[in-house]
């Protein structure tokens, strides 16, 4: 019963689509709009009911979507990811051995088989993908709001000297000029105070508990404190943001360090060790050397060239951006 109502569904999709192309309607539905354009929606649509035995291998996903400032349900991911994989790995079982056939002259079987291994891998590295993908923008929300705690809280700390109240502050830093990840946060402190009717108390303890820093933690909660004591909330923040600016400053030499560590991988990985292979495989080649495996030395060149070369280095730009201070 439910596979049908599945397909029904797919159906439907596939006979507006065609009816949008051939003009026979001007403008989609509101609902029909929210399926185009958001994939997560579609895809909790197709799968939503489905997919509740998986739900437990994700069981630690939730909290780091709660964490990460990913708009987007628990459930709704985790079919967006199932969704996504399956594509990726039926595109992949697809092309991986027509190109081999058609641009390597690669055997049939070999080219099946390399097919199958690679859907594989695409299966596992879409899942993973996917599940890291929050992980990672938590993490990175983290060392934004962190490199900018030093100015925020200077900035926080005149206006509190000014004798603005806690709910006018956050008002400030939600509508800067300059995008900043501490003005989202604000923006959200904010909404929960006109929107939801709490009071800044309460919207900075939500904060509090939603933030992946755990130092933005410590000074919200530093925050909630002076208010509900009633002290100086101006000497507080002065006094944090010089805290700040020396770990800041620790903080830019360990980087420095760092840096010239990962310069030294580089060249050793990305620029030696991929040119002492591609000579070692140019003369097997001239040599007439044999087969690895079911892969030629100029089936593995092209392979290095156009996909370990690159794919290196994506890796490398991914881990400099994860530990690269933003000011």
């Given amino acids: 019963m439910s596979e049908n109502k599945v397909l029904e569904k797919v159906k439907k999709l596939v006979i507006r689509i065609k009816a949008l192309f051939k003009g026979k309607i001007e403008a989609p539905s509101k609902e029909f709009s929210i399926e185009l354009n958001k994939p997560h ?5 197709l799968l939503g009911g489905r997919i509740d035995r998986v739900l437990p291998l994700f069981r630690d996903l939730d909290q780091s979507l709660y964490k990460s400032g990913i708009k987007v349900n628990f459930k709704a991911y985790v079919s967006l990811t199932v969704f996504s994989a399956i594509l990726v790995t039926t595109a992949t079982v697809v092309l991986v051995p027509s190109l081999l056939i058609l641009a390597f002259h690669t ?8 097919g199958c291994g690679g859907g594989l891998f695409a299966f596992a590295f879409s899942i993973m993908g996917f599940y890291f993908y929050p992980i990672y923008r938590a993490d990175k929300l983290k060392r934004e709001l962190e490199d900018e705690l030093p100015f925020t809280t200077g900035y926080m700390a005149i206006l509190a000297s000014a004798r603005v109240s806690p709910e006018k502050i956050f008002y400030t830093l939600s509508n800067m000029s300059v995008p900043l990840a501490i003005s989202y946060e604000a923006r959200d402190v904010v909404r929960n105070i006109n929107l939801f009717g709490l009071d ?7 904060a509090s508990r939603r933030s992946p820093s755990e130092v933005f933690r410590e000074t919200l909660e530093g925050f909630i404190s002076i208010i509900h ?5 101006a000497a507080y923040l002065r006094e944090k ?15 420095s360090d760092t840096l010239s ?18 000579i070692m495989l140019a003369v097997i080649s001239m040599l007439g050397g044999g087969f690895l495996g079911f892969l030629s030395s100029e089936l593995l060149l092209n392979l290095l060239t156009y996909i370990g070369i690159p794919v290196g280095a994506i890796i490398f730009l991914i881990i400099l951006d994860a530990i690269s201070p933003r000011w």
Avoid: C, D, H, W
């Fill in 200 to 206: 800044v108390i309460s919207a900075l303890e939500e």
């Fill in 241 to 255: 943001s010089k805290q700040f600016m020396k770990l800041k400053r620790i903080s830019l030499k360990k980087f």
């Fill in 261 to 278: 560590i990962l310069s030294e991988f580089y060249i050793s990985i990305l620029l030696t060790g991929p040119l002492l292979f591609v």
């Fill in 107 to 114: 055997p049939f079987l070999p080219a099946l088989l390399y």
């Fill in 41 to 45: 929606s579609l895809a909790f649509q």
């Fill in 229 to 233: 004591s009633g002290g100086n909330l």
